[in-house]
C-alpha cells in the first residue's frame, strides 16, 4: 500500500556548503511508486540533494522553503521522525567503515540494518542469521557471509552496504552510484533486482552517470546543473542522453579503433617491476596465487576481471602496501637491499578508491586537530603531498612545491579549485584531484584503481584523452578496470585475472569500437550488455577475434612466465603456419620480425617485445 511509503516534498530549497550555494531553488517531490534517476555532471548537486532529502545536511532557513515528508498520513517538516525510514547507500558512507577501521564480517555489517545501528552491539539470533543470507542470496553474495568488509573489493562492499539497507526494510531508498565498480555479473545482478521493484511501491532514487546503466524500471528522472533543475518529469521525455554522453556534453569524439601513436623506446625497454609466483595474503585468506608479471617502461597494462579477483590487491602490492609471501618474489627497479621503499613509491603516481577513502580521513582528524582554526585540508595541499607519498602537509610547502601543484592541477584543469577545500568537493572532483596528485611527481609509473569511477562522461573522455597523451611521452601506465570502453587507446597489454590466479597475460585481444549508444539503448530496453567478452568464455567466436600467439603456451600452463610474441598480423600468421609445419625459424626470418615489430611500434600499434 502507498502509504507505507514515504512521499517527499521540497519547495523553494537552497542550500550552501563553505559559503557557496550548491543547491538553487530545488523544488521536488518523490511519491510512491515512483522511481528516479538522478543525473548530471560532476559538482551539479547530485550527492549533496540525497543528503538533504535523507536529512543529513540542512538548506538555508527561507520564508519559503519546504522539506517535509508524509508517511502513514502525517506530514512531518522535520527529517528526524522519518530518518531511520530513510535507506541511503553512497562512497562516502561506504568509505567510512576503512576510515574508522570497522571490519566486522559480512553477516555482521548486513545485520546492523536490521537493529539499525552503524556497528554490532548485539549477538545475531537464529532468524536473524536466516534474513540475513536471503538477504545476501538476493544481492549474489550469498558466499562471502563470513568474510571481513575491509577484505572485499569495492564492488562487493556496495552491494553488502545495499542488502544492510533492505535489512532495515527502507520506505524511501537512495542509491548514490550503485553500480560503480561492479563488474558485468554483480552489475546485472543488481540491475535485475531494480527491475524487481516495479512490484513494489517502494520509491527510490539512483545516480549515474553512465547511459549503460539507467534501469528499466526507472519511471521519472531529474537532471542538475551547476545546483538548478534543468529537467524535472517522466524518463521517457528526459535528455539523459544529452547528459550521459561524452561527446554530448563537449569532449571530442576519438575514433577507439585506431591506435595511438606512443613515445619510442629502446628494443630492451627496462623492466621496472617483476613479480614471479607472487601470492599475496589478507585476513588469512589467500587473494593472489602464483601471479607472474613484467612491466616494461613505456608499456600500458589493463588489469581486468570479476569483483575479488584481486585487481585492486594487485596494484597495492606493486606499490608495496601489500607483502608477497614466502615461496614468490617481487623487484622493483631501483630498489634494492637498504633502499627504502619510500623511494619507489615517490616516483609512483597511484589513484584508487581507497586512497580516497584514505584524503576523507585526513580531512576528518585536520578538522579535529585544527580545532582552533576553521581551515581543512585544501586541494594544492592534497596534490603537494603526492610529492612525499603522504596524505596532508608535514612541514608546509615551499615556493617551488606549491608551483610544481599548479602545475599539476592546470594539467587536469583544476585551477579554479586549488584553494578549495576538500570537503566542498564532490566524489568527482576529487577523483580529479588524485589524478593531480598522482601526476605532480612526471612519475615513472601510473597505477589506476577504477580511476574514472564517478567521473561524469565528459570528464572520463577529457582524463581518457590525458592518459594517452602522458603515454605517448613514454610514461608506463597500468590501470585496472571493468568498463572495456574505458581502456585508453594506448593499451599494450592485459592481465586477465579470476579468483586470484592468472588467466590470461599478454598483448591486448581485441581492439574495436565500442557502441555506447547501443548499450544504452540496449539497457533501457531491459537487456544487460556486457561491453566486453573473454577469449576463454564459453561461446565466444573464435573465428571472429583470435588471440595472438604467445610464446610458451605450455609453460604458462605450468605457471611460468610467459613472453609476448611478435604482434603483427603478418607475423601471427607466419608463425601459425610456421608452428604446424613445425619447421624451425630462421635467422633471416627472425630478424625481419623484429624489424617489422619496430615499425608497429613506431606506429604506435604494439610495445617493444623481446624476439
Not at 554483480?186 to 513494489?200: E, F, G, I, Q
Not at 571530442?252 to 617491476?273: G, M, Q
Not at 596524505?391 to 578549495?420: I, K, N, T, Y
Amino acid at each position: 500500500m502507498p502509504e507505507r511509503y514515504i512521499e517527499t516534498t521540497l519547495r523553494h530549497v537552497h542550500l550552501r556548503r563553505g559559503g557557496r550555494e550548491v543547491l538553487r531553488d530545488v523544488d521536488w517531490t518523490i511519491r510512491p511508486s515512483e522511481r528516479w534517476i538522478l543525473a548530471g555532471p560532476n559538482g551539479a548537486g547530485k550527492t549533496q540533494l540525497l543528503k538533504l532529502v535523507a536529512g543529513s545536511v540542512w538548506p538555508e532557513p527561507r520564508e519559503k522553503t519546504v522539506r517535509s515528508y508524509l508517511w502513514r498520513g502525517e506530514r512531518h517538516s522535520s527529517p528526524a521522525e522519518v530518518r531511520e525510514e530513510i535507506g541511503y547507500i553512497g562512497p562516502e558512507r561506504q568509505d567510512r567503515y576503512e576510515r574508522y577501521g570497522w571490519n566486522p564480517t559480512v553477516e555482521q555489517v548486513v545485520g546492523t540494518g536490521l537493529y539499525r545501528t552503524d556497528i554490532p552491539l548485539d549477538p545475531l539470533t537464529r532468524d536473524d542469521r536466516r534474513s540475513i543470507a536471503a538477504l545476501l542470496e538476493r544481492v549474489g553474495l550469498a558466499a562471502l557471509g563470513e568474510r571481513r568488509f575491509l577484505a572485499l573489493s569495492y564492488g562487493e562492499r556496495r552491494l553488502v552496504l545495499l542488502a544492510r539497507a533492505l535489512a532495515a526494510r527502507p520506505k524511501l531508498l537512495l542509491l548514490d552510484e550503485l553500480l560503480n565498480g561492479l563488474d558485468a555479473e554483480r552489475r546485472d545482478a543488481a540491475l535485475r533486482w531494480l527491475a524487481r521493484t516495479r512490484s513494489s511501491a517502494l520509491p527510490w532514487v539512483l545516480t549515474s552517470h553512465r547511459i549503460e546503466d539507467l534501469p528499466p524500471a526507472a519511471t521519472h528522472a531529474l537532471v542538475l546543473d551547476r545546483g538548478r533543475i534543468i529537467y524535472r518529469g517522466r524518463i521517457e521525455r528526459a535528455p539523459l542522453e544529452k547528459w550521459l554522453s561524452a561527446t554530448a556534453l563537449g569532449a571530442a569524439a576519438v575514433d577507439e579503433a585506431s591506435p595511438i601513436v606512443r613515445a619510442r623506446s629502446p628494443a630492451r625497454a627496462r623492466i621496472l617491476v617483476r613479480l614471479a609466483q607472487a601470492s599475496v595474503f589478507l585476513e588469512g585468506r589467500r587473494v593472489l596465487e602464483g601471479v607472474s608479471l613484467e612491466i616494461a617502461r613505456g608499456e600500458c597494462w589493463i588489469i581486468h576481471g570479476p569483483n575479488g579477483s584481486g585487481k585492486s590487491t594487485l596494484l597495492r602490492t606493486i606499490y608495496g602496501d601489500h607483502g608477497v609471501a614466502a615461496g614468490g618474489q617481487i623487484e622493483r627497479a631501483g630498489i634494492e637491499p637498504g633502499v627504502s621503499l619510500d623511494a619507489f613509491k615517490r616516483r609512483v603516481g597511484f589513484v584508487a578508491p581507497h586512497l580516497q577513502s584514505s584524503l576523507a580521513a585526513t580531512t576528518s582528524l585536520l578538522a579535529r586537530l585544527r580545532s582552533s582554526e576553521p581551515q581543512q585540508l585544501t586541494v594544492d595541499e592534497t596534490v603537494v603531498s603526492g610529492l612525499h607519498a603522504s596524505f596532508g602537509p608535514g612541514e608546509p610547502p615551499s615556493l617551488v612545491e606549491r608551483r610544481a601543484a599548479r602545475r599539476a592541477l592546470a594539467d587536469f584543469g583544476l585551477e579554479s579549485l586549488a584553494a578549495r577545500q576538500l570537503r566542498e568537493l564532490s566524489y568527482g572532483q576529487l577523483r580529479r584531484v588524485l589524478f593531480a596528485r598522482a601526476w605532480i611527481n612526471r612519475p615513472a609509473l601510473l597505477l589506476l584503481d577504477e580511476p574514472f569511477s564517478g567521473l561524469d562522461a565528459a570528464t572520463r573522455e577529457d582524463l581518457k584523452r590525458e592518459l594517452e597523451a602522458l603515454a605517448a611521452r613514454g610514461a608506463t601506465i597500468v590501470m585496472a578496470t571493468h568498463h572495456r570502453h574505458e581502456w585508453p587507446r594506448c593499451a599494450t597489454c592485459e592481465l586477465e585475472l579470476r579468483a586470484g590466479r592468472v588467466r590470461y597475460r599478454g598483448p591486448v585481444r581485441h581492439r574495436g569500437p565500442v557502441n555506447h549508444r547501443a548499450s544504452g539503448t540496449a539497457a533501457a530496453r531491459g537487456q544487460f550488455v556486457r561491453p566486453w567478452r573473454s577469449f576463454h568464455e564459453p561461446g565466444y567466436n573464435n573465428s571472429e577475434h583470435k588471440a595472438p600467439t604467445v610464446k610458451g603456451a605450455g609453460r604458462k600452463a605450468r605457471g611460468a612466465t610467459v613472453r609476448p610474441a611478435a604482434h603483427g598480423s603478418e607475423t601471427v600468421k607466419r608463425h601459425k603456419a610456421v608452428a604446424m609445419k613445425r619447421e624451425p625459424i630462421s635467422r633471416s626470418a627472425r630478424t625481419a620480425s623484429r624489424e617489422h615489430r619496430q615499425k608497429r611500434c613506431d606506429a604506435g600499434s604494439w610495445p617493444d617485445s623481446d624476439p
